[in-house]
Each structure stands twice: as C-alpha cells, then as structure tokens.
C-alpha cells in the first residue's frame, strides 16, 4: 500500500510548504535496531543519524547546486529547525553530508557532527558553504546508498533513529539497480527519504523523466515513516529543504491519504533511467 500527501498538509514547527510529500510505511526494525543498540553499547546517544546524500550529476546547473547547498545550510541554521531540535528527548542530532554523481563517485564533505544548538548548527552550515560546488558525470542512487550504509557504522554516536536523504534530479542511470540497495539498507534497519528536484521539464540531453516523484515514492524510499517531497518550483527550493529536514528530525509521518496503485507493479519502472542510458548510448 502506498501513500500520497499534498505538503500543505504538513504543518511541522511552522515549516513552509515546499512541493509534494509522500510517505511509505515498512515493516518494524526493531530486531535491527536492538542489534545495533548492542553494536554500539556505551556510544554517546543522539537522538537520529543523518546521512545527507546530495546529488551533483551534471544535470544540474550550477545555479541549482547553489541553491541546494544554500538550501542545507539555512535550514540547519533555522528558527523552526532549533526548535524541533529541542523538542527531541535527547536534543541532539548527528549529521553527515555527502555529495554523489556516478556509482564510484561520492565525496564527504561534512563528517559526523553533532548539532545540539545554534553554535554547532552555525559551524556544520559555515562548513557546507565554504566547500568548493563540483559536478560530475552518471546518477548513481544506488551508489550513495551503498556508500551510506557503512557510514551509520563509523558513527561514533548511536542514534534512536537512522535515517539517508537522498536529493537528485533524475532516475539511477549507472551502477547497481536502486532497489536492491533501497532493500539492504531497509533490512538494516535504516530509513531513506528522497527529495525529488523537478524544476526543469524533462529532456533528453540531460534524462529526465517525468514523474520523478513517483519513481522516488516507488523505487527509492523506504523505512517506517518515509516520505518525499518534491520540488517543482525553483523558488521553493530551500523550503522544501527546510520541510524536509524538519520532518526527518522531528519523526514526524505526514498525515497520508491512500493512493490506488498496483502492488507489484511500480508506477514509473524502476530500471527507467538504466533504459534510457542504453537506448542513447548503446552500453
């Protein structure tokens, strides 16, 4: 069963509404979840391990990695953001932030950190911007995947919660299929949330496709309370961030309405963006 909600519906510490939201229930980790409490007994706690996994193929224009990077920093930095922080039993989170393009490309540019206040938000966000902005060639959402699982491992601090948020502006094109590493990371217990960037209309220069919101909804995400929330305004870019980040911290689930949709059957194929490389490249 799937789930669909308009994100004007998600009222989380005053956030403002940025795109579409959708949500996805799965089975409970709690099996994971104690394995790993036992992995790290002793560690310090936080109250979630978030990975952010950022998207710098080359279909996006350097206008838009701006915003995107601008967009992190300010809603980590925020009113509302601090103030979902507090709220958390522990009042405190810990972070990393990588950026990813083909299968073997990924680039941490923020390691773990604990943000627990203005001042380490205030360090983590000065440390985001003042990173050089890159681009690099293929989509490779399984490759960031892959490349966060272990990160959760070489975090010094246990999480109640660990969640990967991953943004990109087209459908996996390069490395393993999305699903299968969408479905290791959901057996380790670990929640994925994808941020849909649909600003530009679909073209065949630069494979995207349409319905990006529904591939991430049908072959990315997964994990109990996940969601997406897509962007198809470039105005709304940052705030859609925000929303985003927002929920994630809080553990919030959007209140949902059921969407009819095959259970077998995903409603944007799943191989999408590994076809369309085939039939222009031909390898």
Do not use: H
């Amino acid at each position: 069963m799937r789930w669909y909600v308009s994100i004007g519906a998600v009222l989380v510490a005053g956030a403002i509404a940025g795109g579409d939201v959708a949500g996805i229930a799965a089975p409970n980790p709690g099996r994971q979840q104690a394995s790993r409490s036992a992995d790290k007994e002793g560690a310090p706690s936080v109250d979630v391990e978030l990975v952010l996994a950022v998207d710098v193929s080359y279909s996006m224009d350097m206008d838009e990695l701006a915003i995107q990077r601008e967009g992190y920093a300010q809603a980590i930095v925020s009113k509302e953001f601090l103030q979902a922080l507090k709220s958390l039993p522990n009042g405190k989170i810990s972070v990393t932030y990588f950026e990813w393009a083909a299968s073997s490309d990924q680039k941490i540019i923020i390691p773990w950190r604990v943000i627990d206040g203005p001042e380490t938000a205030d360090a983590v966000a000065e440390e985001i911007m003042k990173t050089p902005i890159r681009r690099a060639s293929r989509t490779s959402i399984s490759g960031a995947i892959y490349f966060a699982m272990p990160l959760f491992e070489a975090n010094p601090y246990r999480g109640l919660r660990r969640v990967i948020d991953i943004s990109g502006d087209g459908p996996n094109n390069n490395g393993a299929p999305v699903t299968g590493a969408r479905d290791i990371a959901l057996a380790k217990g670990i929640t994925i949330n994808g941020l849909p960037i649909m600003v530009k209309e679909p073209s065949y220069s630069t494979m995207d496709i349409e319905n990006l919101d529904l591939y991430y909804e049908d072959c990315v995400i997964g994990g109990p309370g996940s969601f997406v929330v897509s962007i198809k305004d470039r105005d709304k870019f940052k705030e859609a961030i925000r929303t985003k980040l927002l929920l994630e911290v809080a553990g919030r689930t959007p209140e949902r309405r059921i969407v009819p949709v095959a259970e077998k059957e995903p409603r944007v194929s799943c191989m999408i963006g590994e076809k369309i490389w085939q039939d222009r490249w031909g390898r």
